[in-house]
């Protein structure tokens, strides 16, 4: 990539991440005591469009597919859950610091980072091979032909601008804790770093409180926690963020067919969001995870570059089989049909609710040139924007906002709205672009008498005349999930 267009990039994540915290969108966390490396909160507007992401999974998941259900599974779990798992083993990634900036870097981003240079400056031969090298190092563990790989590759730290490294090891993301209230009675648990977890262990129970037949599905959305070394590139990468995972249990033989239809699902989910297909790819693992037999990411352009945003994996009977020999109590499956009693093979979709959420953000931003003037609006589906509408009586006398507050009570109850009768009309339909509301409904005089408003449109700006009884239907029909659903069937 050229270093014009990589400055273009970067100056556009610094305008979308001003503009977050500028209109309410996300915060640094403890930020009047400067704040708390990779954590973020969620302000007025950023908490209603990751609610609106969360729930149009939710929904997608759990109603659109009959055969699968929700659970919310507990943060804490019994240690021994991680041991099972292979997290206290081998949940660790290799970090390396550099002795000019005293900064620390996962050593595999780093590279990550320096292939996609590559491939942006096109030379895609170049990215592989580096990418290739890196993945049998890993795999090798050899860590100190991996830290020649950082030299040689001329990879230096983004702060000092140079290839000074100490040496690689691992480092283990789990955040660890004491349970109890007697310091001698106490014992080392984990804040979970994944959320799938609390499902496999949950299985039978679901299974059979549901009374759900192979191929059935579990869904959850919660919060998970990881010490990352790499606190870069805004909300991409936190140490407290949400995922959203399904687990799709399958009769073994099955699973490659169904891991197909969920790859093909979840892509076409991104797209009735308003992602552009052309800003999307799939990206096939060629080093699998210890647990997976097939995997693949759904990566965003984003504006530092191609980065994962969802994960599809073929987990196989990995889990389920690991918490049968470790618990000691049976996690297998009668299928009636085949007359058979198994463990499940299992399928993954995982998503970061937050990457989600930035995808969403630097796919609706838009700063364009209008006449001459510049404009800057987030161009949200009508479904996920923050607020849907906005109620602006023209003036603060002559009844004007008595009539616009009876037709915000009228919507409230359906809508989230904001009502607002300060300053300019003008600046206040630009205070809504900023937010990305799509409706900003004008009470006038005209209103007093015919009972019609003026309806603005975010993204043409376009306006039209209607009456206040037709508000809730044409609301209902833009902002409606339906919208997003019935591009999934």
Known sequence: MAKKDQSQENNLLKDIIA?????????????????????????????????????????????????????????????????????????????????????????????????????????????????????????AEDFAALRDLLINEEISCPVSGTTNWTEIRQ?????????????????????????????????????????????????????????????????????????????????????????????????????????PAEKLRRHDHEKLAHYANAALDIEYEFPFGYKEVEGIHSRTDFDLKSHQEYSKKKQ???????????????????????????????????????DGKQRTYLKFHPALAPVKAAILPLTKKDGLPEKAREIVEALKYDFNLIYEDAASIGKRYTRQDLIGTPFCIAVDHQTLEDNTVTIRHRDTTEQERLPIAELHSRLSEACSFRNIFKQLV
């Open 332 to 370: 297998q499956y009668f299928d009636p049909e085949i007359n058979q009693n198994y463990i499940p093979y299992v399928i993954e979709t995982s998503i970061g609710a937050d990457r989600l959420f930035l995808m969403t953000l630097c796919n609706a931003y838009v700063d364009e040139e209008v």
């Open 171 to 275: 480092f283990n993301l789990m955040f660890s804790t004491q349970v109890g209230s007697v310091a001698d009675e106490s014992s080392t648990i984990y804040l979970r770093p994944e959320t799938a977890q609390g499902i496999f262990v949950n299985f039978l129970n679901v299974q059979k409180t549901a009374r759900m037949k192979v191929p059935f599905g579990i869904a959850q959305i919660g919060k998970a926690f990881r010490n990352e070394i790499v606190a870069r590139q805004f909300i991409f990468r936190m140490r407290e963020f949400e995922q959203m995972e399904m687990q799709y249990f399958v009769r073994p033989g099955s699973e490659l067919e169904w891991y197909k239809t969920w790859a093909d699902t979840r892509i076409k989910w991104h797209e009735a969001l308003g992602i």
């Open 19 to 139: 503009h977050a915290k500028e209109y309410g969108f996300v915060y640094p966390s403890s930020e009047i005591y400067d704040g708390l490396q990779a954590v973020y909160d969620y302000g007025p507007y950023g908490v209603e469009l990751k609610n609106n992401l969360k729930k149009v999974w939710w929904e997608s998941m759990t109603r659109l597919h009959e055969n699968i259900v929700g659970i919310d599974a507990a943060i804490f779990m019994h240690p021994t859950t991680w041991k099972a798992s292979g997290h206290v083993d081998s949940f660790n990634d290799p970090m390396v610091d550099n002795k000019d900036s005293k900064k620390r870097y996962r050593a595999d981003v780093l590279i990550e980072e320096k292939a996609a240079q590559y491939e942006n400056a096109g030379d895609i031969d170049r990215a592989k091979s580096l990418l290739s090298a890196m993945g049998r190092l890993m795999e």
